[in-house]
């Protein structure tokens, strides 16, 4: 390339002058020069990278379009697996804690401790960073739920195992069998004194029955005391754990000791007419926390539907105490 020639005229001659480039204006020459063809070449190359898909790039778009399919089909099973885990939570809370009478868990409890364990700061830049968050975040909350509905699970079954011991101890038959029985002397409730006339609070029911009629312990636990009473006359009274204690009183005899372990079912003693009472008869007691609670209620697990409405008239109506 021929190199361009630069003249300047001379007023003192008259003359044209050539002129002579310095090093630095040879240097800046040349880099805008430079500079010129690089944009030229960045423009070419740019051009054919939007107007050709190379072999390379193909294959590199397509895998991206793989990892986007995996990730949103990850997304998707994450979303079933969290409503599954969601549907088994309600049923734990309203029906399975219901069930052992169990406080809910409650959402509050259940992700409790749920943290964003992973650092996202220095991943901002990344195009997909909301996508991987979103789909960490759905592992983060479906690891937190299994977890949590798992040691639901073991408190249930250890629940379920004192359920079944409790419904063994709770007392839930009658103290006579129902073939045995003349009549329902007394209810529980207030009612007038035999003896005395006055109007009292009758703790228990009284079972009239002939002397000698067998009587059964209505829940399994120890015995606390099988002894004279006073009023009660001869009198077991049976621990039973769980806060309840039955009582079996004027019993013409024991046939336990104290500390020794019953049975539902178990015969204990016959019915009498010892301590303060007008006629053969069981009076039995039912106390929860020490309180008497009315027997009819526990009655549950020997008498039928018919028996057991026909028990609950006769208690209600009956008003002759013997005791």
């Known amino acids: ?24 204006q040879r240097i800046a020459s040349s880099l805008r020069h430079g500079a010129v063809g690089a944009a030229v070449a960045v423009g070419a ?3 054919l990278y939007i107007a050709f ?32 885990i969601g549907d088994i939570a309600a049923r734990d809370d309203n029906f399975y804690r219901v069930m052992m009478q169990a406080e809910p868990l409650g959402a509050a409890r259940r992700y409790a401790g ?4 992973r650092n996202y700061e220095r991943a901002d830049s ?12 759905k592992i983060d909350l479906l690891e937190q739920m299994v977890a949590t509905q798992s040691r639901s699970f073991d408190f249930l079954r250890e629940q379920a195992a004192m359920q079944r011991d409790r419904s063994t101890h709770i007392p839930a038959i009658q103290p006579i069998s129902q073939k045995s029985l003349r009549a329902m002397a007394s209810g529980y409730g207030y009612r007038r004194d035999p003896v005395y006339g006055t109007g009292k609070f009758h703790e228990g029911m009284d ?10 312990a209505t829940g399994d636990g120890r015995v606390r005391s099988a002894d004279w009473n006073s009023g009660y006359g001869n009198l077991i009274e049976i621990d039973h754990g769980y806060n309840y204690v039955t009582r079996y009183a004027h019993l013409s005899k024991m046939l336990v000791r104290p500390g020794q372990t ?9 019915v009498g007419n010892t301590g303060k009472s007008t006629g053969s ?10 309180v008497p609670q009315n027997p009819v209620h526990y009655y549950f697990y020997d008498l039928t539907p018919e028996q057991y409405d026909e028990m609950i008239r006769l208690a209600e109506n009956a008003g002759h105490v013997m005791d």
Do not use: C
């Open 114 to 117: 749920l943290e964003r364990r």
């Open 262 to 270: 019953v049975r539902r079912g178990d015969l204990i003693g016959h």
């Open 1 to 24: 390339m021929s190199q361009k020639a630069f003249y300047r005229m001379n007023p003192a001659t008259g003359q044209y002058e050539r002129v002579y480039p310095g090093a630095w």
């Open 207 to 216: 079972f009239s029955a002939p002397t000698g009629t067998p009587v059964y």
């Open 126 to 137: 990344l195009a997909d960073v909301e996508l991987t968050r979103e789909l960490s975040d």
């Open 53 to 84: 898909d190379f072999p390379k790039e193909r294959v590199l778009r397509a895998e991206n379009e793989r990892l986007q399919l995996s990730v949103d089909e990850l997304g998707r099973r994450a979303d079933e697996a969290i409503a599954v």
């Open 45 to 47: 190359v740019t051009a």
């Open 281 to 290: 008869h069981l009076h039995y007691e039912v106390r929860l926390h020490g």
